[in-house]
């Protein structure tokens, strides 16, 4: 029963897969398809190498080379002088040569680090290493037979493995999200192309073995993974159960693990040195890898607070898309704070109530500035505004031309006609009488019904100071 109380100690590490954007795969010239926006039909970006034929020769895509010494680069790890391929040998039809390359013995990168801020808290996760290796092909179940299409065999991989530095499934899904905007910012991925980031989660609980997640795709599966195995997990101990090591798949559509095999290890997949590729020296490439990184965003977040005084929490929300702090850059000469606010909170919610970036919402940089020198200039209140944003990318239209179609332009409570107070204060005695027993809620309900019966068109507060007063005159 003492075990029942516990709550078991949970471990987590993440080994994540970023489909890297270059023009071309990582060992032959064919057409890398995860850059492209559409699907191409099936096999038709192959050749004798990616097709694993007999007799075919991989040689090295140097853009894979300096895109990867970037990301190694942005994330302060440690790169070896000279680093070479292994063959991972094992025998499944997604790899027609029955053998992988990818990096074993000599990574590409050592160490580094991802800064994260989980609860308010700021918290380290360790890179473990950084592997490059060529992507199978896709295999397609259907009722009848097994389809293999060979557009997929060769992308260049980056796999990033972290020590196992998690401690709960929020955390891993704050890391995936932050690696992913790491990646745009070095152009490394493209979030609007068809390249995916896909993780596979090694999670442990105290009592239990280490049980690994395979081909999680994207940051908020990750998190809903992994809180369905620490679930599971516990539900087993608590049944006196023993976990063992294993490899469970992920199955999105219905939201649970299943068993695939008992876990191998490293050492069964039987790495060889890779003889069709040359050892490779990364010295001479490190300086003008260097001189081409971005500023990262860490520095531009701490950059943002220092330079335009605006809270830490809007800060971040600007670099966690490079697109939303580049415009935010261009609009805070107007009113940084209103700049931040605008596009760090009503911007984005809607954007991302859409599902959309940025860069492909369609709208222009000059509405975004047009309307932040609205908000400072008063000729919008900050609640049409946020209606402004919305119907801006649901109508693709400038705020001047919505604010005409919708009637938003802000008025002053002494000009507007549709709203008298003393009638509003009429009909919601109630309201009135809990405000002057001292109940601020009833107050808000006041402003609320007020805004709304104007349409947003007032300011709140020039709202609520009218009320407060008219409340006030109606004792007397
Ligand atoms: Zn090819």
Known sequence: MQQLQEKPGVKIGLETHVQ?????????????????????????????????????????????LLLALKIALALDCHIPDSIFFSRKTYFYPDMAKNYQITQYEMPLAK????????????????????NLEEDPSKL?????????????SGIPLAEIVTEPDFSSPEEARLYVQKLETIMEY???????????????????????????????????????????EIIRQQNMLR???????????????????????????????????????????????????????????DAKHERFIRSYRISDKLAESLVSEKELADLFEKAAHIDARAAASF????????????????????????????????????RITDRNAEMAARKMVEEKLSPKQIVEKHG???????????????????????????????????????????????????????LKNLIIRAIRNKRN
Request: proline share 4%; charged share 30%; aromatic share 6%.
């Open 343 to 378: 596009i760090a909170g009503y911007l984005k919610k809607t954007l991302n109530w859409s599902n959309l970036k940025y860069r492909n919402a369609g709208l222009e940089d000059r509405w975004v500035l047009d309307i932040i020198g609205m908000l400072k200039n008063r």
């Open 186 to 228: 070095l152009h490394a991925y493209d979030s609007s192309s068809l390249a995916v980031i896909k993780s596979d989660a090694n999670i442990s609980l105290s009592g239990g073995e280490r049980v690994e997640i395979k081909n999680i795709t994207g940051a908020k599966e990750v998190e809903q993974a992994l809180k369905y």
């Open 20 to 64: 890297l954007n270059t023009k071309s795969k990582i060992f032959c010239p064919c057409q890398n398809p995860s850059v492209l926006k559409e699907e191409p039909q099936p096999n038709t970006l192959t050749c004798p190498t990616c097709l694993g034929m007999p007799g075919s020769k991989p040689s090295f895509n140097k853009h894979v």
């Open 239 to 297: 049944m006196g159960k023993k976990i063992e090591m294993s490899t469970v798949s992920w199955q999105p559509e219905l939201g649970i693990t299943k068993l695939m095999r008992a876990k191998e290890t490293e050492e069964d997949y039987g790495y060889i040195f890779d003889p069709d590729l040359t050892a490779i020296n990364t010295v001479r490439y490190i300086p003008g890898v260097q001189k081409e990184l971005p500023e990262m965003p």
């Open 111 to 130: 160490g580094g680090s991802i800064r994260i801020t989980a609860k308010g808290k700021e918290k380290e996760i360790r890179i473990r290493r950084i």
């Open 408 to 462: 938003m332009e802000r008025e002053d409570a002494t000009t507007n006609t549709e709203i008298s107070i003393e009638r509003l204060l009429e009909k919601n005695k109630k309201a009135v009488s809990d405000y002057r027993r001292g109940e601020k809620k009833a107050l808000h309900f006041l402003v609320g019904l007020a805004m709304k019966e104007t349409r947003g068109k007032i300011d709140s507060l020039e």
């Open 140 to 152: 397609v179940h259907s009722e009848k037979c097994c389809l293999a299409d060979y557009n997929r």
